[in-house]
């Protein structure tokens, strides 16, 4: 008799956009002449870099020659030179990433869940609340326990460790999703010197970093003195290049960086890590991974922040609009998530609704990332300029 991992049926019966997915069904079958402009899920309008689809194209006709055809990648880890072009993007920054240390993977979101494997199912995992789905959903999937640190409005969506939990794992990510808040140096290093005082391993996901303007803000935990003992970083091209639809990121495990046995022998996570995606992952696409090192070339580097530029324009537009109307929100300035308090003390499902309803806006309701999402809501900034613009004079005519 097969029997199923009841971890689960711990799960909620609906992913948070499964649920907005069926809400905006369910209202066009109803009103089909009605023109939607969707700000809610995290997905992009623009194309990806032009560059990126010139060394991409270059990929697929080397795949389509005898002499230059490549089959499976030697270590599934990534061609060495993409974790070049990835090395040296963190050398900018006086950051140095061996090449052994960066994996090449198909988006943040795939590493973020899988991480959890090589870690014991009876870690105490931390996560922030509120919380981007899958680093609750994986680490309950895999029978962990979680605890929460709480990110409100009195702390600016930015939890603190507190010295009194233990935890084993922690997940950051900076810029937030769905807040929009950002880690300043100070306060990432206070989260380091917690987690190596613990012991304990933080998951930093850096997939919004690009969007990051303040240059008095890290833009990777690395820049953190100690991180290198005590977190693993991973990075997405998917909002920052357009890659929503290739799917390329990558994670880097520092060959400093140890977990320990239940008898307290040391083990490299970085080793752990390499044996895990040997036996379950065999690598991103050869052409994928070349138009991945086009998005690090000098014009595609250009093209990519030409769009980054746009994205934050309308957020900018958003951001603007809800100070006019004296909605308290934050992000948007160093995100591309803008987050606000839900005028007349709607709960956020009821906001969402109502925004369909009358306006025919979807954002997403921040009771999907957690219980101190209740009475918040998230928008985005990767519609177009002549959406975002529409939306927020809907938004401004109705609230007024």
Request: charged share 25%.
């Amino acid at each position: 008799m097969a029997k199923i991992n009841e971890n689960f049926t711990k799960l909620k019966k609906n992913y948070l956009f499964i649920d907005i997915a069926k809400r905006i069904a369910a209202y066009k079958e109803k009103n089909p002449g009605k023109e939607i402009i969707r700000m809610g899920i995290g997905d992009v309008t623009l194309p990806i870099p032009a560059a990126a689809v010139e060394f991409m194209k270059r990929g697929a006709n080397e795949m389509g020659v005898k002499e230059t055809f490549r089959g499976y990648e030697d270590t599934g880890r990534g061609y060495d030179f993409l974790k070049k072009a990835v090395a040296d993007y963190y050398a900018e920054r006086e950051i140095t990433i061996p090449l052994d240390d960066i994996f090449i993977n198909d988006g943040a979101k795939s590493d973020t869940g899988n991480i959890t494997d090589i870690f014991s199912e009876n870690s105490v995992v931390l996560v922030s609340d509120p919380v981007y789905p899958v680093y609750v959903d994986s680490n309950i999937m895999g029978g962990k326990q979680l605890i929460y640190a709480d990110a409100t409005a009195e702390n600016g969506f930015k939890a603190m460790p507190n010295y009194n939990v233990k935890c084993d794992l922690i997940y950051l990510c900076s810029p937030n999703n769905p807040t929009g808040a950002v880690y300043t140096k100070d306060e990432l290093k206070v989260w380091v010197d917690y987690a190596n005082a613990k012991k304990a391993v933080i998951i930093f996901d850096a997939a919004y970093e690009a969007f990051i303007y303040d240059k008095t803000l890290p833009r990777s935990i690395f820049e953190i003195p100690g991180a290198k003992t005590c977190a693993i970083e991973m990075c997405s091209l998917s909002k920052t290049a357009g890659f929503t639809g290739l799917r390329c990121g990558y994670t880097i495990v520092p060959e400093e960086l140890k977990a320990y046995t239940e008898d307290g022998g040391e083990v490299s996570l970085r080793d752990t890590w390499t044996r895990r995606q040997g036996s379950k992952f065999n690598g991103v696409s050869y052409p994928v991974q070349c138009a991945a090192a086009g998005v690090f070339s000098p014009e595609g580097r250009r093209q990519v922040q030409t769009n980054i530029d746009y994205y934050m324009e309308n957020a900018s537009i958003i951001l603007d609009t809800l100070r006019s109307l004296k909605i308290p929100c934050t992000g948007g300035e160093n995100s591309p998530y803008i987050w606000f308090k839900t005028p007349s003390n709607m709960d956020s499902w009821q906001f969402f609704d109502y925004l369909l309803e009358n306006i025919q806006v979807v954002g997403t309701p921040g009771e999907g990332f957690g219980k101190n999402g209740d009475g918040w809501f998230r928008l985005t900034s990767f519609n177009t300029h002549e959406n975002t613009a529409e939306a927020m004079s809907r938004l401004k005519h109705m609230l007024r």
